[in-house]
C-alpha cells in the first residue's frame, strides 16, 4: 500500500518546461511552500487514490505516451517524505517527523549566528486592507497611466534642465534637523510605496499575501511583503509584473517627484522630493534589480528564464564544472540543458560568487567597525568564517572525500600547472617598483597674496616675464589701510610728546610707566602698518620667472585680502613628494632611482632621486592634489580643525634632481612615482599589509 497523501495540499497548473512539457505547482499551506512538478510526477499523483505501484505505473503506461517505472515511483515517494508532504496517521511517522524536527533544530548559538544577520518580523495581515483598496488602486494598472507617468518624467526632466545647478545642490542645503526629518519621511514613503506595489499587483492576480512586515539585514530595517503564493499562477508575465511592481512603483513616484521639485518652495518638502527624485530609485535599482542576491532582480530572473530556486542550481552546476575541469570527473550534470543555457548558468554562478565574495568581506568589516572591539572581532570571524570559510572547507571536505578518484589525466595536469603558475607569481619576489601618489613642482616657488583689500595702480608683469629678485611685479593702494596709518601715526606722535614733557608736567607723571608702554605699542603698531603699505607694491621674492597670475589684475580693479596674486618659481629645476604606505616603507633606500609619470594625456615623465624618506607618518596631509576629496589617491576624514586627516598610515618620500622636460612647472602636478626597491612578492607585501592593520588593531 502507498503512504497516504495530506489532504490540505493543492495542485495548480505550472508554465511549460523548455521542452514543451506541461508543469504542475504543488502547493503546501502548512509551509507556505511551492514544489515544481513534471510530467511524470503528475501523472503518478494523479493516480494516487489506486493505492497500488503496480496498478499506477501501469495505467499512466497505458493512458500516457510516458514509460514510467518503480524508480520513478520512489522517487516520487522520497520526494513527499523528505519535504513532510505524506500524511502522519502511525507510530513509524511520528518517529520520522520527531527525527526530522531534531535534525532541523538548531542550539541558541547557531540560531544566533544564522539569524542575527537576516530575519523577519512579520507585522500586519494585509489580506482584508488589499480587498477594500483595490478598487481605489485600478487605474494603476491601466497601461494609459503609465504613458502618463513616462510623459511626466520628461517633463519633470525639462524643467530640471532649466535650473540644473540648483537641483544638484538642492541636497547640500538641507543639513538642518528639518531637512532630515523630510528626507526621512520621504524616505520611508517611497519603501512603503514599493511594498504595496507588490502587495496590490499580487492581489489583482488572485494571489493571498499572508504577512508584510520588518526584515532586519545586517540590523538594518528593510520592509518585505509575502508573494510566494505567486508560485501558483500559470504565467510567467504574471509572475513577473508582481515582482516588478515595487520598483516601477518607485520610478512613477520619481517622476512625480521630479515635476513637484519645480513648483515646491524651499523647505524640508522640497527636500525630500529631491531625494524621491534622485537617491530613491537609484537605490532601488542598484540594490533591487541585482540578480546576485535574493532580491527583486534575482526573482525576475528566476521568472523569466522559468528556474526555480535559480541560485542552488546555477551553484551546482558550476560546482560539477569545476570538478571536471579541475581533476576530469566523468560525473553526469546535476541537471542537463542546452549548451548555451548551461554555459549562462555557469557564468552567473561564477560572477555571483565573486560578487557574493566582495559583499560579505564588505558586511564583515562593516559589523566590525559598527560594534566595539570585543563583540566586532568576534562577529568578524564570524562573517568570514560562515560565508567565506565554511562553503570553501565543505568543497574540499568532498574533494578529499572523492580522493580515490583523482589520478593524473590531462585536467589534473592543467589544473598543476595552472597552480604551480600562480603560486610561483603570488611567493616569488619579481617585484622591486613601488608606485604612490606624488605631486612634482619647482624646486624654488612661492605664492604672493594681497595683504589687505585693495585697488590696483599699476598693470601687472604678464605671466611667463622674467623678474629679477626685488623687482616690481604690481603696485597696490589701500585706502583703508592708508588711513589706519595716518590715524596711529598721530596718535604716535602725540603720545611721543606727552611722554617728552611727563617730567615738567603733574598729570602726566601720575601715568608713570604706563605711558611709555602705550607710546611703545603705539610706534611698533605704526611699523607694522608701515610694513604692510610697503608691500602693496608686491616684489619678487627672487629670481625667477612669473608662472601664474590673477587675471583680474588691472588698473582700477579692487582685489580681496589674502587674494592670490603671482606663482614665482625659480630657475633651479623641479623636486617632487611621493606618499608610499607602511608595507612599501622597507623596501625604498635612499638614493634609489624614482619616475615620476603626470596625470593626463600628453605629459612627460620626469627622473628624480630619493633624498630623504620619513620615518614618521604624516598626521594630516598638505598636498590637496592628493586628497581623496579633491579626487587624489589617499583617502582623508576632515577633523574637527578642518586638517585633511589619512585614514591609514602614510609616509613622505622627498625626491630631487628631478630631470625631465617638466621644467619650473607653472603649479603642481599630480601623478604617479614609480620608485626603485627591494625584490619581494606579491604574498609578502599583503602579509605585511596584513600584520601591520592586526597591529593597528590590537589596541582595546
Known sequence: MLPALRQDLSLHSGPDEQDGSPTWTLHD??????????????????????????????????????????????????????YNLLDAIGPADTQRLTRAMGAAKLTHAKWLLKNYLFFRMPLVRPGAFLDRCAPYVKWAFDPRFWVAIVCTALFGLYLASRQWDQFLHTFSAYGSLAGFLGIGVALSFAKVLHEMGHAFTAQRFGCRVPTMGV??????????????????????????????????SELALAALATVAWSFLPDGPLRAGVFLLATSTWIVTLGINAS??????????????????????????????????HLFGWEDAPPELFPAARQRFLIAFALITWIYRLVVFLGIAFLVYHISFKLLGIFLLMVELGWFIAMPIVNELKLWWKNRALMQWNRATRRSAAIVAVLLAFVLLPWRSEVRAPAVLGAA??????????????????????????????????????????DQEQTRERLLHWELEQQPFNEDLQKQGGALRERWVEAAASVKGLQEQVEQLIVRAPFAGRIADADESMVPG???AQKEKLFEVVGPRGSKAEAFVGEDALPQLQVGSHATFVADGAGMRSAECRVETIDRVNITSLDSLYLA???GGAIPVQKDKQGALV???????????????????????????????????????????????????????
Open 444 to 485: 624654488q616657488a612661492q605664492g604672493l597674496y594681497a595683504v589687505a583689500a585693495a585697488r590696483v595702480v599699476s598693470a601687472p608683469l604678464p605671466v611667463g616675464s622674467e623678474v629679477a629678485a626685488g623687482q616690481v611685479l604690481v603696485q597696490l593702494e589701500s585706502l583703508d589701510l592708508r588711513f589706519r596709518l
Open 557 to 559: 580693479a579692487w582685489l
Open 628 to 630: 581623496s576629496t579633491f
Open 29 to 82: 499551506p502548512a509551509a507556505n511552500r511551492f514544489y515544481r512538478l513534471g510530467w511524470s510526477a503528475f501523472e503518478i499523483l494523479s493516480r494516487w487514490p489506486l493505492d497500488d505501484p503496480q496498478a499506477i505505473l501501469n495505467a499512466v503506461s497505458r493512458e500516457t505516451t510516458l514509460r514510467v517505472d518503480g524508480q520513478d515511483l520512489m522517487a516520487v515517494i522520497e520526494f513527499l517524505s523528505a
Open 291 to 324: 540578480p546576485f542576491m535574493r532580491f527583486d532582480g534575482y526573482f525576475l530572473l528566476s521568472d523569466w528564464l522559468d528556474m526555480p530556486n535559480l541560485h542552488s542550481r546555477a551553484f551546482a552546476l558550476a560546482r560539477w564544472w569545476m570538478r571536471r
Open 646 to 700: 589619512p585614514t591609514e598610515a602614510w609616509y613622505r618620500v622627498h625626491l630631487d634632481g628631478c630631470d625631465s622636460a617638466i621644467v619650473n612647472p607653472a603649479r603642481e602636478l599630480r601623478g604617479v612615482m614609480h620608485l626603485k626597491g627591494d625584490w619581494n612578492s606579491i604574498a609578502g607585501s599583503y602579509l605585511r599589509r596584513a600584520i601591520a592593520a592586526v597591529q593597528r588593531e590590537m589596541g582595546f
Open 215 to 248: 526584515a532586519f539585514l545586517v540590523m538594518l530595517p528593510v520592509l518585505y511583503t509575502d508573494t510566494n503564493d505567486a508560485w501558483k499562477l500559470p504565467t510567467k508575465r504574471q509572475r513577473l509584473t508582481i515582482v516588478a511592481a515595487g520598483m516601477l
